[in-house]
């Protein structure tokens, strides 16, 4: 089984260069990458995500405008009907912003420092957990 | 399996044009899962039919996202909703695959009626032809009028997909010099539309001249050949009246047809490869060969072998 995710930089913020780490250290891993680039909205991110049918979502943020930005692609995503996609986030988020994040629906936080490994395994996690469901669900 | 509620939904939705239908139908078939068969089969032939499939092929960097964009536009303004598979490369050592051709169509990221699906290669020979052929359908069931493959088109299963479409533009640019010597050979003869891209740098006229000798009919050399500067939208509306002109003579003539049958038997082909081998991969693990050569010992592994189906 192929897990397809898709990530994404919703918002203002241009520093890339973490989205396209993940990204790449993702395809290494075996996943295929749908890479949507910068400046998105929280819509195109939803919409890219469902016709491309991810089993997961990942954000990455530099500017800081993570708590308003992340929590609306998961609004987005309901509102396309895919409440179900997980979504996982990272970059320079502040440790206290983490519990507040995970209470909007964010499944995981990233911050600055966590090993590669430990993001890889947490993707196969939620796209092997929105798989399962989707199959039992039919 | 036909009867199935779940594929019964399922096509249900996605001949309504449900997004997600869609979407989880391709996946279906990707991954090859059981319930594909019953999904194909029950898809609204008559749609099937009335689509055009677009191959759309060339060298990394001749523009073909961004001509994809412009096409996009051009029959959206035509009212018409559109179907786009843009295949890139599976890494050969991971099996996964970085696929960005979104970026360059994110205009249309927020209308429904433009339906975007990467695909990655996924490594193999075969299967991918099969994929990408049944993915065309599902989104042609689903109301596409056109449905656009968009891919490199150099190897022999690149080739293939190509070779799925109704119809293929070649795109170019100036500056490529050596790489469209080396594409001469095969995907030159195969492209009914050459289209010379970025039109308005250095060396598109003399690339235009170039090309022109591969038609030696002067009417097919007058309107085969388009000139595009895609990111600006100049000659896509001329692209898009030539490629549906294109159309009707190849519906009409029995070129189409011709085709869609070619493109049948290689799909149907790819499928039993695909199907066979995990058979034969399965025997070639509990098989003892007598032989040492693998040409022989190959030849025991497929001895019997249709009866094992």
Redesign the interface.
């Known amino acids: 089984?192929?897990y397809?995710v898709l990530i994404g930089k919703p918002g203002l913020d241009g520093h890339d260069r973490g989205a396209k780490f993940i990204?790449?250290a993702?395809?290494?891993?075996?996943?295929?990458?749908?890479?949507?680039?910068i400046r998105?909205t929280p819509?195109?991110i939803a919409?890219?995500a469902?016709?491309?049918?991810v089993a997961a979502v990942g954000l990455s943020s530099m500017s800081g405008a993570h708590l308003r930005l992340f929590p609306a692609v998961v609004d987005a995503l309901a509102q396309?009907?895919?409440d179900d996609i997980p979504v996982l986030g990272g970059g320079i988020i502040p440790a206290e912003d983490v519990e507040t994040m995970r209470k909007a629906g964010i499944r995981e936080i990233f911050t600055p420092g966590t090993p590669v490994d430990t993001i890889i395994a947490a993707f196969t996690e939620a796209c092997k957990m929105q798989r399962d469901r989707?199959n039992n669900e039919? | 399996m036909k009867g199935d509620?779940?594929v019964d939904?399922l096509l249900r939705h996605l001949h309504g044009g449900d997004?997600?239908a869609?979407?989880?139908a391709?996946?279906l078939v990707e991954?090859q899962q059981p319930e594909a068969a019953g999904l194909l089969a029950g898809l609204d032939q008559k749609r099937i039919e009335d689509v055009l499939v677009l191959g759309l092929t060339g060298p990394p960097g001749a523009g073909k996202s961004t001509l994809t964009g412009a096409l996009i536009t051009a029959l959206r303004k035509q009212k018409y909703r559109v179907g786009i598979i843009a295949i890139d490369p599976?890494?050969p050592?991971?099996?996964?695959?970085?696929?960005?051709d979104?970026?360059r169509m994110?205009e249309h990221?927020?209308d429904?009626e433009v339906?975007?699906?990467?695909m990655?290669t996924?490594g193999r020979l075969g299967g991918l032809c099969a994929s990408a052929g049944a993915a065309a359908r599902i989104m042609a069931a689903s109301g596409c009028r056109v449905v656009i493959l968009e891919t490199v088109g150099i190897g022999q299963s690149e080739m293939d997909i190509v070779r799925l479409a109704d119809l293929t533009a070649l795109v170019l640019a100036p500056g490529f010099g050596d790489d469209i010597q080396a594409m001469k050979a095969g995907i030159l003869e195969v492209a009914d539309l050459l289209v010379v891209n970025k039109a308005d740098q250095p060396g598109a006229g003399k690339l235009q001249l170039e090309m022109a000798t591969v038609f030696t009919d002067p009417k097919e050399r007058e309107e085969r050949i388009c000139a595009t500067v895609a990111n600006e939208g100049t000659g896509v509306a001329i692209l898009l009246d030539r490629i549906f002109t294109l159309e009707g003579e190849f519906r009409s003539n029995g070129q189409l047809h011709a085709r869609r049958k070619r493109s049948f038997q290689l799909e149907t082909l790819d499928w039993a490869v695909e199907i066979v081998k995990a058979d034969l991969r399965e025997k070639l693990q509990t098989t003892t060969f007598t032989s040492t050569e693998p040409r022989q010992a190959a030849m025991e592994l497929v001895k019997g072998f249709g009866k094992r189906i």
Do not use: N
């Open positions: 089984m192929k397809r990204a790449r993702l395809r290494d891993a075996g996943f295929e990458v749908i890479y949507t680039g998105r819509a195109e919409a890219a469902v016709q491309e049918d396309a009907g895919a989707e039919g | 509620p779940t939904r997004p997600r869609l979407a989880r391709i996946t991954d599976s890494s050592i991971s099996g996964g695959a970085l696929l960005g979104r970026i994110m990221a927020l429904w339906v975007v699906r990467s990655a996924r």
